[in-house]
């Protein structure tokens, strides 16, 4: 097994809107990327156990034209709101860099 | 109609500024309008409700003077959207002002268009009564009260405006809130360019040179549309494109990277293909776009949350530290009884004190899988109040309590805060709610914007 970051050439998150919060992951190549697609381990399930979240409002999108697994959720405080951590949405993926993922 | 259209985009927001060199190189392929986009809601809810913009000034002069020196210069148009971050009338006048102001030094002349996208609250609450506004993902409640509460809300205007203007002889325009997109997509579809490719070009140059392998710093970026398939290749030698670089950009803010939602209809970019053509430049082809059913426009909206106090410190005592939790808590009681016995009973209601911990759990909040800290922790404590004044009143209190906030091993006062500031307490100033993500049906696409002109 490697850590995602081991895999990836970029993990981010970021707003898409003030009220979701989207996180791209970019592999370092197809193979890797497809390996890691395949095996599933970047789902719906994980991001709504982390996000405490219901599967439900969780996507999940592989998009082969970049080697890239997409995720957007709703955001879990409106960006700037009195309560928000984080206004660009922009250091919320920390817990995924040590995922653990199929090797290359 | 021409067999193709050159685009250029000065940089991905106007103020972040783009290399003069590489606006020359550029303006050398002989682009049919320069585009920049000026706003975004990513930076929060800030500037739309204040007016204020996220750059300064000068930095949106110095990008403007250049590009409007470039535009005139070329006679082609400038277009400008989604003016000094908000989009708010106010901001877009700030914007012109500043348009005149280059114009008289430079000793230009053109015509301006500004095209206004505040809605006024009488036609947004018919428009609710009719059932023609409607809630996107994730939207909070939206009724008469929110539309009342709101200091500033904008409709996200598409192509059409721009169409109008362009079609009444602008030479500059200068939108309120805007799509990205709508910026570059404009021309191209007026000019009768197959949508589905020009709205992918639009997607892409909207950034600037967001879509390059590696950018160092912002700068332009240029496209060759066709009917089939745009090129995208950079003006900057210094930068590439290759196809992933261009493919991951459609995952850019945006929530699925095979639809981007327009007023007009949605760019399906599923059957797109991403191919190099040299080292450096990317042709893509195959995407579609799917008219809308029904015509909408976006709305943007916020009201006042409150005005801030705040207050940064550190603690570094390992015995304060061991028991951290439960000595903010004790402090943050304390701090309220204290206010309470300053303000009386009826003060409870009106504000509300928040303490973030930084080196525990400040980026990501209660939602933060990791429990340890370090051998320090930073603090900042935050009042909310209905005026400024009552919130740094309140704050005061706090501090001082705060910085003197015993534990049960020491005995004898202590000082359990390490405050950089003299005063402690920070005004941070209003602080802005979004307050609607929901979309309108107007009667035609011109209906919610205003468009003015004049010769500068």
Redesign the interface.
């Known amino acids: 097994m490697a850590k995602l970051w081991q895999v990836a050439k970029l993990i981010r998150s970021?707003?898409?809107?003030?009220?979701?919060l989207?996180f791209?992951v970019?592999f370092k190549d197809r193979a890797t990327y497809e390996k890691v697609r395949d095996a599933k381990v970047i789902n719906a399930q994980w991001f709504a156990r982390?996000?405490?979240l219901t599967p439900e409002v969780v996507?999940v999108?592989e998009?082969d034209?970049?080697?890239?697994i997409?995720v957007?959720i709703?955001?879990?405080?409106?960006?700037?709101?009195?309560?928000d951590?984080?206004?660009?949405g922009g250091?919320?993926y920390?817990?995924l860099v040590d995922l653990e993922v199929p090797e290359g | 109609m021409d067999s193709e259209i050159r685009i250029l985009s000065a940089t991905g927001v106007l103020g972040s500024g783009f290399r003069e060199e590489t606006l020359k190189r550029a303006m050398a392929l002989g682009p049919a309008f320069i585009g920049a986009d000026s706003g975004s809601t990513d930076p929060g809810p800030y500037y739309l409700g204040s007016g204020e913009n996220l750059f300064s000034d000068s930095a949106c002069k110095r990008d403007l003077r250049l590009i409007l020196l470039a535009a005139r210069a070329a006679k082609i148009p400038a277009i400008i959207g989604s003016a000094y971050t908000g989009g708010a009338d106010a901001q877009l006048e700030r914007l012109a002002g500043i348009a005149r102001e280059i114009a008289r030094e430079e000793k230009l002349s053109f015509k301006l268009a500004t095209i206004r996208s505040e809605q006024d609250k009488g036609y947004l609450k018919k428009k609710l009564r009719e059932g023609k506004i409607t809630p996107l993902a994730n939207a909070p409640c939206f009724d008469e009260g929110v539309i009342d509460r709101s200091v500033h809300i904008v409709g996200m205007c598409g192509i059409e405006p721009y169409i109008e203007a362009l079609q009444n002889g602008a030479d500059v325009i200068l939108a309120g809130r805007s799509s990205d997109t709508s910026i570059f997509a404009a021309l191209p579809v007026m000019k009768g360019f197959n949508p589905a490719t020009v709205w992918h070009m639009a997607k892409i140059l909207e950034c600037g040179a967001a879509c390059v392998v590696l950018r160092k710093y912002p700068d332009c970026m240029f496209a060759t549309v066709t009917n089939d398939y745009f090129i995208v290749e950079p003006p900057n030698p210094d930068y590439r494109c290759d196809p992933v670089s261009v493919a991951s950009h459609n995952l850019y803010e945006n929530s699925t990277p095979y639809e981007l939602v327009e007023p007009s209809g949605i760019l399906d970019t599923r059957h797109a293909q991403y191919e190099a053509v040299s080292d450096r430049a990317v042709r893509v082809s195959g995407s579609t776009f799917r008219p809308a059913q029904r015509y909408t426009i976006k709305l943007e909206g916020v009201e006042l949350a409150g005005y801030q106090s705040i207050i940064v410190g550190a603690v570094r005592d390992p015995i304060i530290l061991r028991q951290l939790d439960s000595w903010l808590d004790g402090l943050v009681k304390a701090s309220k009884d204290r206010i309470r016995a300053v303000f009386g009973g009826d003060i409870e209601s009106r504000y509300r004190l928040d303490v973030r911990v930084f080196g525990k759990n400040a980026a990501m909040g209660p939602l933060e899988p990791e429990t340890g800290i370090g051998h320090e922790v930073g603090l900042l404590f935050q009042m909310t109040a209905p005026t400024q004044e009552l919130a740094t009143s309140l704050m005061k209190s706090v501090g001082h309590m705060a910085v003197h906030y015993p534990v049960p091993e020491w005995s004898g006062l202590i000082t359990s805060i390490a405050y950089p500031y003299s005063p402690p307490e920070i005004a941070r100033g209003a602080s802005y709610r979004f307050n609607m993500n929901h979309v309108v049906e107007p009667a035609s696409p011109l209906e919610m914007f205003r468009i003015g002109y004049e010769n500068v």
């Open positions: 970021k707003n898409s809107g003030p009220f979701e989207t791209d970019i982390i996000y405490r996507s999108i998009y034209a970049a080697n890239a997409k957007t709703p955001r879990p405080v409106i960006s700037g709101d009195v309560d951590t984080d206004v660009f250091q919320q920390g817990p």
